[in-house]
């Protein structure tokens, strides 16, 4: 089992930023790619950005690009979301995931793909 324990979540304005973190514990060396997720009400949960444990490379929704950094720390074995120039259409909660190991886009941008999730964190960007 691997646990996951998101951070960082909270009201913001439009155009300020939150990093948001994602701390994992258990088996973590059965997964590689992390993820984080978003559901605003009433819609489908959505990928947001993706890491490897395993050479860090990283990928974005279109949505995010060029606003959203992704990271990760080995030796924490911690995930983090930066999120600046925030927008109200970013509202949502956020969710962490824990996948398995794969490189398509077929694979990581789906919540199916992925072992283990976190409880969520709320962002909320007031306009």
């Known amino acids: 089992q691997v646990q996951l324990v998101e951070s960082g979540g909270g009201l913001v304005q439009a155009g300020g930023s939150l990093r948001l973190s994602c701390a994992a514990s258990?088996?973590?060396?059965?997964?590689?790619?992390m993820g984080w997720f978003r559901q605003a009400p009433g819609k489908e949960r959505e990928f947001v950005a993706r890491?490897?444990?395993?050479?860090?490379?990283?990928n974005y929704a279109d949505s995010v690009k060029g606003r959203f950094t992704i990271s990760r720390d080995n030796a924490k074995i911690t995930v983090y979301l930066q999120m600046n120039s925030l927008k109200p259409e970013d509202t949502a909660i956020y969710y962490c995931?824990?996948?398995?190991?794969?490189?398509?886009?077929?694979?990581?941008?789906?919540?199916?793909?992925?072992?283990?999730w976190g409880q969520g964190t709320q962002v909320t960007v007031s306009s």
């Open positions: 995931a824990a996948g398995g190991t794969y490189s398509s886009s077929y694979y990581y941008i789906r919540p199916s793909s992925y072992n283990y």
């Open positions: 890491i490897r444990w395993s050479g860090g490379s990283t």
């Open positions: 258990g088996r973590t060396f059965s997964t590689d790619n």
